[in-house]
């Protein structure tokens, strides 16, 4: 009998998956057999997969996910990513099975935020480790920059409703105001694939560097994985103003008074306004939209 951390317990009665927490077991075993590997201990820190080591029958580590179903992830987007990639930036994936909604994947090391490393040396890895994902992958499948910030506007409505307006209408108008501009700004041309959710929980050791799991799986402009790492700084480090930026770095070339839900990256700021000059490479962020010789 399997164990299923209670965190991931709780979310799939949220989601109303009783039934797959009964026969979890089974598939477990199914999979087992059917992928030539022995599922191991459970992870603790997964909120909506069951996630365990596993051992494939040549004695490689490996580690099993399913997807809790009904919580809006899609294992086949992450599927298609790590296929993507071939073990560039991300895990290397060994097998995926889409009914099931299971991944087997490369074993990694230590998460980022187990190691303390200083901030601004957080960012120029994470930002480094995006970068290798980030490649036109025209026709793959993946939903699009304007796809997410359909759902996004979408999230905001019906969670506002559903949790009582807990904040006001202004500040909803805004957020919508924002999903709107990013889904109008999409362009096919300039999408690139993107992980869509860089953080240090997210980013692993692997052989002197960092592979990122869990990619949401999108195709828009690079900009986008930096958003989300300057929604995840924390906001006593991103008190700035245009002449001054946080202890220890460059002055910012811009000003926000707080952090992502300032609304920099949707309402069309420069995306290195509120993070280091060293971490943030404008070329590296700009070169997908540029025609390469063999795309002219």
Not at 61 to 83: F, I
Not at 202 to 226: K, S, T, V
Not at 263 to 268: D, I, P, R, V, Y
């Amino acid at each position: 009998m399997i164990e299923v951390p209670a965190v991931v317990r709780n979310k799939a009665r949220a989601a109303g998956a009783e039934d797959w927490l009964e026969r979890l077991p089974a598939l477990v075993s199914s999979l087992e057999a059917d992928w030539s590997s022995a599922v191991g201990h459970p992870y603790e820190g997964g909120t909506e997969a069951f996630v365990a080591d596993a051992t494939r029958a040549d004695g490689t580590p490996a580690v099993l996910k399913v997807l809790v179903p009904g919580t809006g992830n899609n294992a086949s987007n992450e599927a298609t990513v790590l296929r993507l990639v071939g073990g560039d930036g991300c895990p290397v994936l060994y097998r995926h099975d889409p009914d099931d909604g299971a991944l087997l994947m490369e074993r990694l090391g230590r998460p980022m935020y187990e190691l303390g490393l200083p901030l601004a040396r957080r960012l120029e890895i994470l930002c480094a480790t995006a970068e290798r994902i980030w490649r036109p992958a025209p026709d793959c499948g993946l939903p699009t920059g304007a796809d997410k910030a359909r759902w996004l506007a979408d999230f905001i409505v019906t969670s506002w409703q559903e949790l009582d307006r807990p904040c006001s209408e202004k500040t909803v108008d805004h957020a919508l105001a924002c999903a709107v501009r990013r889904a109008q700004a999409h362009r096919d041309e300039r999408a690139v694939l993107v992980h869509g959710d860089v953080h240090q929980l997210n980013a692993l050791q692997h052989d002197g560097g960092f592979r990122l799991i869990d990619p949401d799986g999108l195709l828009a402009e690079a900009e986008y994985d930096l958003g989300v790492l300057m929604r995840a700084i924390p906001s006593s480090s991103l008190a700035v103003t245009p002449s001054t930026g946080p202890a220890g770095w460059p002055p910012a070339r811009g000003s926000i008074s707080s952090p992502y839900g300032s609304g920099a990256l949707s309402s069309g700021c420069r995306p290195d306004c509120s993070v280091p000059a060293s971490t943030y490479s404008p070329s590296a962020a700009t070169r997908w939209r540029r025609p390469r010789p063999s795309q002219a």
